[in-house]
């Protein structure tokens, strides 16, 4: 028994010690009209020795959530969903206005512009990683 104690103690530790090394930053929502889609956008420093991969993010102001990725092939935009993202050892990943984002549906109420809301972003190690995120303007897109 007290082999598996320490066993999950280790196993706690190490996660711990993996989301200490990660860092989310400058975390924006966009502000929507409650029957369109929202969107979020944030950047994530993994400051570890080794990769990691995003594998969900949640809010408790929306109830969904989905990572996408937008891409201009031949110069027609698309934007796909995606299971998972990766952010380099001593790198940054960002979810910007384009490239990976944040599609955020269902909000539970309609968002106040300057309010913060939280989002969690869980790892492929199980780890998780809390940011709180700043609720923007639609026109201050970029700023």
Sequence with gaps: MKRIAVLVGTLACASLAQAASLEARDCWIRAMPPNLP????????????????????????????????SE??????????????????????SFAPTGYHLMLEEPGKPLKVGSTIPLTLSFADKSK???????????????
């Design 129 to 143: 990683l809390a940011v709180n995120c700043e609720v923007k303007s639609p026109a201050t897109v970029g700023h």
């Design 38 to 69: 929202s969107s979020g956008y944030f950047t994530v420093a993994n400051n570890g020795d080794k990769p990691v991969t995003i594998t969900a993010a949640e809010t408790p102001a929306f109830g969904m959530a989905m990572m996408h990725k």
């Design 72 to 93: 201009s092939k031949n110069g027609t935009a698309t934007m796909s969903p995606v299971d998972s993202v990766d952010v380099p050892a001593h790198g940054t990943l």
